[in-house]
């Protein structure tokens, strides 16, 4: 259990990686060190997975009506905020993790990281 969560946030933090290098308003800050940049990345991607682990279930449970209702294209936007709430306790932590705005940004990383993930994952073990 502990190393397919461990896999888990691996994946994670690439994909977290690709999204701040393809959208423009995801960043890691501006640090020019790079052992910085992936202690950051390694950090968040623990709070990325530990809220996807809590509060995205909770979060589809409540919006299970409108994901039947959009034929599950809402779930995109529970990830948003997931994205935009992993932001948030980043900028907690003091960590150089942003998400600039939630339409464009939020929702358009959330799309990277899931397609991301799901390629990825083919290369899981357990999967």
């Known amino acids: ?4 969560f461990a896999i888990k946030t691996v994946i994670n933090g690439i994909a977290l990686w690709i999204a701040a290098w ?3 308003g995801i960043t890691f800050g501006s640090s020019h060190d790079t052992w910085w940049v992936v202690r950051t990345v390694v950090i968040v991607a623990l709070i ?15 919006s299970f009506p ?12 529970i990830n948003a905020l997931m994205l935009q709430l992993t932001s948030w306790v980043a900028g907690k932590f003091d960590l150089a993790f942003h998400v ?5 940004d ?6 990277v990281i899931t397609f991301v993930s799901m390629i990825l994952g083919f290369f899981n073990p357990k999967d």
Do not use: E, Y
Not at 1 to 4: E, G, I, K, S
Not at 48 to 62: E, H, T, Y
């Open 66 to 77: 409108v994901i039947i209702l959009t034929l599950g294209l809402f779930v995109f936007i």
């Open 100 to 104: 600039d705005h939630f339409f464009w």
């Open 106 to 111: 939020a929702i358009i990383g959330s799309l």
């Open 22 to 24: 393809l959208v423009p």
């Open 48 to 62: 990325f997975g530990i809220i996807n682990a809590f509060v995205r279930p909770v979060a589809k449970l409540v």
């Open 1 to 4: 259990m502990l190393a397919d």
